[in-house]
T-cell receptor, first 116, second 118 residues
Framework: AQSVAQPEDQVNVAEGNPLTVKCTYS??????LFWYVQYPNRGLQFLLK??????LVKGSYGFEAEFNKSQTSFHLKKPSALVSDSALYFC??????????????FGRGTSLIVHP | GAVVSQHPSWVICKSGTSVKIECRSL??????MFWYRQFPKQSLMLMAT?????????EQGVEKDKFLINHASLTLSTLTVTSAHPEDSSFYIC??????????????FGEGSRLTVL
Protein backbone atom coordinates (compact mmCIF):
# COMPACT_ATOMS: atom_id res chain seq x y z
CA ALA A 1 0.00 0.00 0.00
CA GLN A 2 1.12 3.53 -0.61
CA SER A 3 0.19 6.72 1.19
CA VAL A 4 1.08 10.38 1.40
CA ALA A 5 0.81 12.78 4.30
CA GLN A 6 0.79 16.54 4.04
CA PRO A 7 0.65 17.51 7.70
CA GLU A 8 -0.18 21.17 7.14
CA ASP A 9 -3.53 22.31 5.79
CA GLN A 10 -2.15 25.79 5.33
CA VAL A 11 1.24 27.48 5.20
CA ASN A 12 1.61 31.23 5.56
CA VAL A 13 4.77 33.02 4.51
CA ALA A 14 5.77 36.59 3.79
CA GLU A 15 6.79 37.51 0.27
CA GLY A 16 10.54 37.22 -0.17
CA ASN A 17 10.93 34.67 2.61
CA PRO A 18 11.79 31.02 1.99
CA LEU A 19 8.92 28.57 1.97
CA THR A 20 8.60 24.88 2.75
CA VAL A 21 5.60 22.65 2.15
CA LYS A 22 5.97 19.31 3.86
CA CYS A 23 5.28 15.85 2.50
CA THR A 24 6.00 12.39 3.86
CA TYR A 25 5.23 9.14 2.12
CA SER A 26 4.99 5.41 2.52
CA UNK A 27 5.52 2.82 -0.21
CA UNK A 28 6.67 -0.77 -0.26
CA UNK A 29 9.47 -0.29 -2.76
CA UNK A 30 11.25 2.61 -4.37
CA UNK A 31 9.13 5.74 -4.56
CA UNK A 32 8.31 7.92 -7.50
CA LEU A 33 7.40 11.29 -5.99
CA PHE A 34 5.60 14.25 -7.55
CA TRP A 35 4.53 17.75 -6.68
CA TYR A 36 1.61 19.49 -8.37
CA VAL A 37 0.15 22.97 -7.96
CA GLN A 38 -3.49 23.95 -8.37
CA TYR A 39 -4.77 27.49 -8.83
CA PRO A 40 -8.45 28.26 -8.08
CA ASN A 41 -10.86 26.55 -10.45
CA ARG A 42 -8.04 25.08 -12.48
CA GLY A 43 -6.59 21.64 -13.01
CA LEU A 44 -3.31 20.51 -11.52
CA GLN A 45 0.00 21.59 -12.99
CA PHE A 46 3.09 19.44 -12.71
CA LEU A 47 5.95 21.05 -10.78
CA LEU A 48 8.62 18.42 -10.37
CA LYS A 49 9.32 14.77 -9.74
CA UNK A 50 11.86 12.48 -8.15
CA UNK A 51 12.56 9.16 -9.80
CA UNK A 52 16.19 8.44 -9.07
CA UNK A 53 19.51 10.23 -8.88
CA UNK A 54 20.19 13.49 -7.07
CA UNK A 55 18.13 13.95 -3.96
CA LEU A 56 17.59 17.62 -4.74
CA VAL A 57 15.19 18.04 -7.61
CA LYS A 58 14.61 21.35 -9.35
CA GLY A 59 11.31 22.13 -11.02
CA SER A 60 9.14 24.84 -12.48
CA TYR A 61 8.80 28.41 -11.18
CA GLY A 62 11.91 28.18 -9.00
CA PHE A 63 10.60 25.35 -6.84
CA GLU A 64 12.74 22.48 -5.67
CA ALA A 65 12.23 19.44 -3.49
CA GLU A 66 14.55 17.29 -1.47
CA PHE A 67 14.13 13.54 -1.32
CA ASN A 68 15.12 12.15 2.06
CA LYS A 69 14.94 8.37 2.12
CA SER A 70 15.67 7.94 5.82
CA GLN A 71 12.91 10.34 6.79
CA THR A 72 10.63 9.26 3.91
CA SER A 73 10.08 12.89 3.08
CA PHE A 74 9.87 14.98 -0.06
CA HIS A 75 9.43 18.57 1.09
CA LEU A 76 8.80 21.30 -1.45
CA LYS A 77 10.91 24.44 -1.11
CA LYS A 78 11.51 27.80 -2.66
CA PRO A 79 14.19 30.28 -1.55
CA SER A 80 12.06 33.40 -2.02
CA ALA A 81 8.27 33.25 -2.11
CA LEU A 82 6.12 35.33 -4.44
CA VAL A 83 2.52 36.39 -3.89
CA SER A 84 1.72 34.59 -7.14
CA ASP A 85 2.87 31.32 -5.56
CA SER A 86 -0.29 31.33 -3.45
CA ALA A 87 -2.13 28.17 -4.45
CA LEU A 88 -2.95 24.63 -3.40
CA TYR A 89 -0.05 22.18 -3.52
CA PHE A 90 -0.36 18.43 -3.79
CA CYS A 91 2.27 15.81 -3.15
CA UNK A 92 1.84 12.41 -4.81
CA UNK A 93 3.64 9.08 -4.64
CA UNK A 94 3.58 5.82 -6.46
CA UNK A 95 5.75 2.76 -6.28
CA UNK A 96 8.34 2.77 -9.01
CA UNK A 97 10.36 0.14 -10.80
CA UNK A 98 7.33 -1.72 -12.05
CA UNK A 99 6.05 -2.62 -8.64
CA UNK A 100 2.70 -1.89 -7.09
CA UNK A 101 0.05 0.34 -8.56
CA UNK A 102 1.02 2.79 -11.26
CA UNK A 103 -1.76 5.05 -10.04
CA UNK A 104 -0.30 7.73 -7.78
CA UNK A 105 -1.75 8.49 -4.40
CA PHE A 106 -2.28 12.17 -3.63
CA GLY A 107 -1.95 13.95 -0.35
CA ARG A 108 -4.82 16.07 0.87
CA GLY A 109 -3.16 19.27 -0.29
CA THR A 110 -1.59 22.26 1.45
CA SER A 111 -2.82 25.76 0.86
CA LEU A 112 0.10 28.15 0.52
CA ILE A 113 -0.63 31.79 1.24
CA VAL A 114 2.08 34.32 0.53
CA HIS A 115 1.49 37.70 2.11
CA PRO A 116 2.73 40.90 0.45
CA GLY B 1 4.86 19.16 -21.63
CA ALA B 2 1.87 17.08 -22.65
CA VAL B 3 -1.46 18.87 -22.93
CA VAL B 4 -4.80 17.59 -21.75
CA SER B 5 -7.91 19.48 -22.77
CA GLN B 6 -11.11 19.21 -20.78
CA HIS B 7 -14.47 20.56 -21.90
CA PRO B 8 -16.68 22.20 -20.80
CA SER B 9 -15.01 24.27 -18.10
CA TRP B 10 -18.31 25.24 -16.56
CA VAL B 11 -21.71 23.68 -16.87
CA ILE B 12 -25.00 24.40 -15.17
CA CYS B 13 -27.85 21.97 -15.62
CA LYS B 14 -31.25 21.18 -14.21
CA SER B 15 -31.78 18.28 -11.86
CA GLY B 16 -32.55 15.08 -13.72
CA THR B 17 -30.61 15.89 -16.87
CA SER B 18 -27.37 14.28 -18.01
CA VAL B 19 -24.10 16.06 -18.59
CA LYS B 20 -21.13 14.89 -20.63
CA ILE B 21 -17.57 16.02 -19.95
CA GLU B 22 -14.82 15.38 -22.48
CA CYS B 23 -11.14 14.83 -21.81
CA ARG B 24 -8.68 14.86 -24.69
CA SER B 25 -4.95 14.31 -24.82
CA LEU B 26 -3.85 16.76 -27.49
CA UNK B 27 -0.29 15.78 -28.31
CA UNK B 28 0.07 12.26 -27.03
CA UNK B 29 -1.84 9.02 -26.89
CA UNK B 30 -3.21 7.90 -23.58
CA UNK B 31 -4.31 4.33 -23.13
CA UNK B 32 -5.27 5.23 -19.59
CA MET B 33 -7.06 8.27 -18.29
CA PHE B 34 -8.30 9.00 -14.81
CA TRP B 35 -11.34 10.84 -13.54
CA TYR B 36 -11.23 12.66 -10.24
CA ARG B 37 -13.76 14.55 -8.20
CA GLN B 38 -12.73 17.39 -5.96
CA PHE B 39 -14.81 19.00 -3.24
CA PRO B 40 -14.03 22.54 -2.07
CA LYS B 41 -10.69 22.81 -0.32
CA GLN B 42 -10.23 19.05 -0.43
CA SER B 43 -7.97 16.63 -2.19
CA LEU B 44 -8.67 14.72 -5.35
CA MET B 45 -10.89 11.67 -5.08
CA LEU B 46 -10.17 9.11 -7.75
CA MET B 47 -13.47 8.02 -9.26
CA ALA B 48 -12.40 5.67 -12.00
CA THR B 49 -9.67 4.58 -14.34
CA UNK B 50 -10.61 4.80 -17.98
CA UNK B 51 -9.03 2.23 -20.27
CA UNK B 52 -9.10 2.60 -24.03
CA UNK B 53 -11.17 -0.10 -25.63
CA UNK B 54 -12.36 -1.69 -22.42
CA UNK B 55 -14.57 -1.03 -19.45
CA UNK B 56 -13.59 1.54 -16.89
CA UNK B 57 -12.45 0.48 -13.46
CA UNK B 58 -14.43 2.23 -10.76
CA GLU B 59 -13.26 2.95 -7.25
CA GLN B 60 -15.23 1.63 -4.34
CA GLY B 61 -18.33 3.64 -3.64
CA VAL B 62 -18.57 5.20 -7.09
CA GLU B 63 -21.77 4.32 -8.93
CA LYS B 64 -20.88 3.09 -12.40
CA ASP B 65 -24.42 3.60 -13.66
CA LYS B 66 -24.37 7.15 -12.41
CA PHE B 67 -21.00 8.09 -13.81
CA LEU B 68 -20.65 6.58 -17.25
CA ILE B 69 -17.16 6.52 -18.68
CA ASN B 70 -16.27 5.87 -22.28
CA HIS B 71 -12.75 5.74 -23.66
CA ALA B 72 -13.40 5.28 -27.34
CA SER B 73 -10.02 6.33 -28.68
CA LEU B 74 -6.45 6.82 -27.55
CA THR B 75 -7.03 10.54 -27.17
CA LEU B 76 -10.56 10.85 -25.82
CA SER B 77 -12.36 9.81 -22.67
CA THR B 78 -15.80 11.03 -21.65
CA LEU B 79 -17.56 11.16 -18.31
CA THR B 80 -21.35 11.36 -18.36
CA VAL B 81 -23.14 12.25 -15.16
CA THR B 82 -26.56 10.70 -15.62
CA SER B 83 -29.72 12.05 -14.02
CA ALA B 84 -27.73 14.67 -12.21
CA HIS B 85 -28.79 15.90 -8.79
CA PRO B 86 -27.55 18.83 -6.70
CA GLU B 87 -25.27 16.55 -4.69
CA ASP B 88 -23.41 15.77 -7.92
CA SER B 89 -22.30 19.39 -8.09
CA SER B 90 -18.55 19.35 -7.90
CA PHE B 91 -15.29 20.00 -9.71
CA TYR B 92 -14.39 17.10 -11.99
CA ILE B 93 -10.83 16.72 -13.23
CA CYS B 94 -9.44 14.28 -15.74
CA UNK B 95 -5.84 13.26 -16.18
CA UNK B 96 -3.91 11.20 -18.67
CA UNK B 97 -0.85 9.13 -18.08
CA UNK B 98 2.03 9.94 -20.37
CA UNK B 99 4.82 7.43 -20.63
CA UNK B 100 7.86 9.55 -19.87
CA UNK B 101 11.25 8.35 -21.00
CA UNK B 102 12.17 7.61 -17.41
CA UNK B 103 9.16 5.35 -17.05
CA UNK B 104 7.64 7.49 -14.35
CA UNK B 105 4.29 7.74 -16.10
CA UNK B 106 3.59 11.19 -14.74
CA UNK B 107 0.06 12.47 -14.96
CA UNK B 108 -1.05 15.49 -16.93
CA PHE B 109 -4.29 17.11 -15.90
CA GLY B 110 -7.12 18.84 -17.65
CA GLU B 111 -8.28 22.22 -16.45
CA GLY B 112 -11.29 20.74 -14.71
CA SER B 113 -15.03 21.07 -15.18
CA ARG B 114 -17.21 22.83 -12.64
CA LEU B 115 -20.64 21.18 -12.58
CA THR B 116 -23.53 22.91 -10.88
CA VAL B 117 -26.85 21.09 -10.72
CA LEU B 118 -29.83 23.25 -9.91
Amino acid sequence: AQSVAQPEDQVNVAEGNPLTVKCTYSVSGNPYLFWYVQYPNRGLQFLLKYITGDNLVKGSYGFEAEFNKSQTSFHLKKPSALVSDSALYFCAVREGSGGGSYIPTFGRGTSLIVHP
Amino acid sequence: GAVVSQHPSWVICKSGTSVKIECRSLDFQATTMFWYRQFPKQSLMLMATSNEGSKATYEQGVEKDKFLINHASLTLSTLTVTSAHPEDSSFYICSARALAGDGSGELFFGEGSRLTVL
